[in-house]
């Protein structure tokens, strides 16, 4: 999943530097939905990790 939030920030970048703003923007929120998920996941993969070890 963060692979897809770095592949929609780099698209972000290239329409941005050239001129697409709506395909920026789009790409952009993305790319931060994507990101959020992925550490939302990554912390509850913490959490229970350390509940089920002994």
Not at 9 to 36: D, M, N, Q, S, Y
Not at 40 to 52: D, N, T
Request: charge should be positive.
């Amino acid at each position: 999943m963060l692979r897809w939030a770095i592949i929609f920030l780099v698209v972000a970048i290239i329409a941005a530097v050239l001129g697409f703003g709506g395909i920026a923007g789009a790409a952009t929120e993305i790319a931060k939905i994507l990101f959020f998920v992925f550490i939302v996941l990554f912390v509850l993969a913490l959490i229970f990790g350390k509940i089920r070890k002994p």
